[in-house]
C-alpha cells in the first residue's frame, strides 16, 4: 500500500482525468476527494496544484495511460517540478486481475483498471459487462471468477464524426461529440441524418453488444457504464445498469493500494 497521498490518474486520447484518494479505501467502490480533468492534446499541469494537491506535500502517482505522448508529458513534469514524488507508470503485470486473452499486455490499460474496479462492485459470483463511452468505446465481458475475458471495440461519436467527414467529398463534420443529446431518429437534412445514424448507431452497436455478450454467460450480467456521456444513455442500452462516473480512477486506486 503506497504511504504517500494517492493520486490516480487516467491518461485518454482526449483527455487527463485525475482523482485523489485516501491510501486507506473503505470496502466498496473507493471515490475520490478531489477530481481534475485536462485536455490531452496541450494540458495546463499548473492546475494540479493548488487545485487537486498541495504544492509541498510529497504524492505518490500511480497512472494508467493509452497516450503515451501525454503520458510522457505528464512525468516530465512531474520529474522538474516533484522531483520527490513517487510515479507509477502502470502495466497489466501490476494489477490484481487474471486476463484471460492471448495477449494481455496489448490491452488497453484502462479497461483493465476498469475491471479491477467493477470486481470490487459486482455481486459475488455474478458476471459483469463494462461499458466504458470515451474517444472509442469498449464493452468488455467479465466472467463470475473476476477475469477479464475480452470484448469490442468501436470508434465513439466524435471520432465516427471525423471519419465521415475526412473520407468523404461532401459530408460536413458535424458538430456533436458524445452521447449526450438524442437526435431524432429521422433527419430531414444531411447534418440531421448522420446526427441519427451516428448516435442511433452507436446506441444500436452497444445494445447489441451487451445483448450478444450476455449470451456467453450462466446468468444474465450486471451491466457498468462510465464515461462523460454514459448517464445520459444507460436507459436506452436496455436493462438495469450501474453508472459509475469515476470508475477508471477508483481502478487505478484499488490497484496502487493492493502494491
Given at each position: ?101 492471448e495477449r494481455p499486455d496489448m490491452v488497453g490499460i484502462d479497461r483493465l483498471v476498469d475491471a479491477v474496479a467493477v470486481n470490487r462492485a459486482r455481486e459475488t459470483d455474478r458476471s459483469a459487462i463494462i461499458v466504458d463511452v470515451g474517444s472509442a468505446i469498449t464493452v468488455d465481458l467479465i466472467s ?116
Amino acid at each position: 500500500m503506497p504511504k504517500l497521498p494517492l493520486i490516480a490518474v487516467d491518461i485518454g486520447n482526449a483527455r487527463i482525468k485525475l482523482g485523489l484518494f485516501a491510501v486507506d479505501c473503505a470496502a466498496g467502490l473507493p471515490e475520490p476527494l478531489r477530481t481534475l480533468s485536462l485536455g490531452a492534446d496541450a494540458p495546463d499541469f499548473e492546475r494540479i496544484e493548488p487545485r487537486l494537491v498541495d504544492a509541498d506535500r510529497e504524492l505518490s502517482w500511480w497512472i494508467a495511460s493509452v497516450n503515451r505522448s501525454a503520458a510522457t508529458r505528464l512525468i516530465d513534469w512531474l520529474r522538474t517540478g516533484r522531483p520527490g514524488d513517487r510515479v507509477v507508470l502502470l502495466a497489466c503485470d501490476d494489477l490484481p486481475l487474471a486476463v484471460r486473452v492471448e495477449r494481455p499486455d496489448m490491452v488497453g490499460i484502462d479497461r483493465l483498471v476498469d475491471a479491477v474496479a467493477v470486481n470490487r462492485a459486482r455481486e459475488t459470483d455474478r458476471s459483469a459487462i463494462i461499458v466504458d463511452v470515451g474517444s472509442a468505446i469498449t464493452v468488455d465481458l467479465i466472467s463470475a471468477a473476476g477475469e477479464f475475458l475480452g470484448g469490442a471495440i468501436l470508434p465513439g461519436i466524435e471520432m465516427s464524426a471525423r471519419a465521415m467527414h475526412q473520407f468523404t467529398d461532401l459530408l460536413p463534420l458535424v458538430p456533436t461529440s458524445d452521447l449526450s443529446t438524442q437526435p431524432a431518429a429521422l433527419g430531414d437534412s444531411t447534418v440531421a441524418a448522420m446526427q441519427s445514424g451516428l448516435f442511433w448507431g452507436t446506441v444500436g452497436a452497444v445494445r447489441e453488444l451487451i445483448e450478444q455478450l450476455g449470451k456467453t454467460t450462466v446468468a444474465a450480467p450486471q451491466v457498468f457504464l462510465t464515461g462523460g456521456a454514459a448517464r445520459a444513455v444507460a436507459e436506452l442500452f436496455g436493462g438495469p445498469t450501474h453508472y459509475a462516473p469515476n470508475l477508471t480512477l477508483a481502478g487505478i486506486a484499488l490497484a496502487a493500494i493492493r502494491k
